[in-house]
């Protein structure tokens, strides 16, 4: 496999929106040398941020031209917890007291001139923000996933990366692993047929409910914690308030450190966790928004006080003639394989020796009526990635990639704003589903959901009156073989008899 003509393919699709240009000098505020390092400035330093600067250490320590310049969170912190300002801006090796660049409010680091690259790990509600203050300031963007909040964000985000041509990786660290982009060429080559089904999963089982992990310290107080700046109401993306104001939510531990757990911060596990499998398998399988998508689930067990579901699942169907479904509970972690149907192979990806991969598993097109069958014993080639993501190689992966397309002026990052957008679009439309009740519809031109009706189904069974022929995903060049019917001979006698005359008449 030519891996180089793979990714060029690959991209290509995603001519749904990956624009990926190389930029001109003139758009950077500093323009960087091959030599010159690049500054880091992390925003929101908590869990997830401890591991991007321990990256952006190593990419130091291995004279990458990397180094942290700067850290910002709300939170003053604390050293047992190992998280928050004061700890993180110690292990960056700056002092405490230097307040140029150690800061509580964001802002005051977008003007640095030794701030290239700003690490977006705050709450979701912020990550749009951020990104966009950080892109208008000149900042390239490492932003965490989700990529957003809200769909509108989503698309602010890949309008203002376009305007500022500014380099951005949304941080689904999958997408470091080829193995999505080799199975990508393998479908688009047309070797499992007509693209039709897709499940991935994220079970996992928490005996103190999802999220309440994140422990609560009693120095977590409103004089070591900015609550405004926490809750963002004064800060707007398009005029949308970022968060509630404390009169609606008054300072709460819990808010602060598990805000997993309440809607105005995130799209619980939907956004948080079904964002990882839906960017991947998205790429994989060649498609980028959903035409239509069902949420469902509830709190089934879970009653401590949250308000997202514990038990989760998202239909997604696409124009391309497909459809994906992204399952999970937190009160069960039996997982489902994570696989891509197609009509004459099934991709099943899993792991062997540590390495990502997908097994073939060859399709026999049966001819009559079928039981379920088990697939025990089901075996096939299997294609390996190639790539050990052993103890978060695939993020730091990821670090290598974008810090190689900064100093590339390359947008085209292994993680796009544009494929983080459709991914994201598509498991919030989920929450959106779910908590509105109705089916979703995804409005290419407005670029919002919008109430589904019975046009979807009415569309497709019009194609079959008409016996149309199936749409492929985006960039499929394979040939017609695996989207044939062969209809048995004595279909023909089948048909409307139109004025009494009887269709099977020649047969
Ligand atoms: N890619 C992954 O595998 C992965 C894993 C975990 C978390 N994440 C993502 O990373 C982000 C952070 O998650 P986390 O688990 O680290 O949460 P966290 O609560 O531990 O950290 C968030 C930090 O942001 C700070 N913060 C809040 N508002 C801020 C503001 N306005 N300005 C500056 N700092 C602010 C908080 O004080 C906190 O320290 C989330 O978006 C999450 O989805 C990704």
Excluded at 146 to 167: C, F, G, L, S
């Amino acid at each position: 496999m030519n891996s180089e003509l793979g990714r060029r393919d690959f991209m290509k699709a995603a001519a749904v929106g990956a624009a990926a240009a190389t930029l001109p000098a003139s758009s950077y505020g500093k323009v960087l040398g091959a030599n010159d390092r690049i500054g880091v400035a992390f925003l929101g330093v908590g869990g997830r941020c401890q591991a991007h600067i321990g990256h952006v250490l190593r990419l130091q320590k291995e004279n990458k031209g990397v180094a942290p310049v700067a850290v910002c969170d709300i939170w003053d912190g604390n050293k047992e917890v190992g998280r928050g300002l004061y700890y993180s801006a110690e292990r960056c090796g700056l002092k405490a007291d230097d307040a140029a660049h150690v800061v509580k409010d964001y802002r005051k680091l977008l003007d640095m001139k030794e701030v290239d690259v700003v690490c977006v790990a705050s709450p979701d509600h912020w990550h749009a923000k951020m990104s966009i203050d950080g892109a208008a300031a000149g900042k390239d963007v490492y932003c965490e996933k989700p990529m957003t909040r809200t769909i509108e964000e989503a698309h602010a985000v890949v309008d203002a990366m376009k305007k500022y041509n500014r380099v951005m990786t949304v941080g689904v660290q999958s997408m470091a692993n080829p193995v999505w982009r080799m199975a990508y060429e393998y479908i688009t080559e047309g070797k499992i047929g007509h693209v039709a089904q897709a499940q991935t999963q994220y079970y996992r089982n928490s005996s103190m409910g999802q999220w309440r992990y994140y422990k609560l310290t009693k120095d977590m107080n409103p004089s070591t914690i900015d609550w405004d700046m926490f809750l963002g109401y004064k800060f707007n993306v398009n005029g949308v308030p970022l968060g509630p104001t404390p009169d609606k939510m008054p300072f709460d531990r819990a808010v602060y450190g598990q805000w997993r757990c309440y809607w105005p911060f995130g799209g619980g596990m939907f956004t948080d966790l079904f964002v990882h499998q839906t960017t991947h398998m998205i790429a994989a399988m060649g498609v980028r928004y959903p035409a239509r998508v069902i949420g469902g689930g509830g709190i089934y067990l879970e009653y401590d006080g949250r308000d997202v579901p514990d038990v989760a699942t998202v239909v997604a169907d696409y124009d391309e003639g497909c459809q994906l479904i992204i399952t999970a509970t937190m009160i069960n972690d039996h997982i489902i394989d994570e696989v891509i149907r197609g009509r004459l192979a099934t991709l099943k990806f899993d792991r062997r020796d540590g390495k990502l991969g997908f097994e073939v598993l060859p399709q026999k097109l049966g001819g009559g009526p079928a039981v379920p069958k088990s697939a025990a014993g089901e075996k096939g080639e299997f294609i390996s990635g190639g790539f050990t993501d052993a103890k978060d190689a695939d993020t730091y992966a990821l670090w290598e990639n974008f810090i190689t397309c900064v100093r590339g002026k390359n947008r085209d990052t292994l993680s796009t704003p544009e494929l983080g957008a459709a991914a994201f679009t598509t498991v919030n439309l989920g929450v959106q589903s779910y908590r509105k009740g109705e089916v979703m519809f995804w409005d290419k031109e407005q670029r919002r959901g919008a109430s589904g009706n019975g046009s979807w189904a009415a569309h497709w069974e019009k194609r079959s009156k008409d016996h149309g022929k199936p749409n492929e995903v985006i960039g499929y060049h394979g040939d017609a073989k695996g989207s044939e019917l062969f209809p048995p001979d004595y279909q023909k006698l089948g048909g409307p008899w139109v004025n009494g005359k009887d269709p099977g008449e020649k047969v």
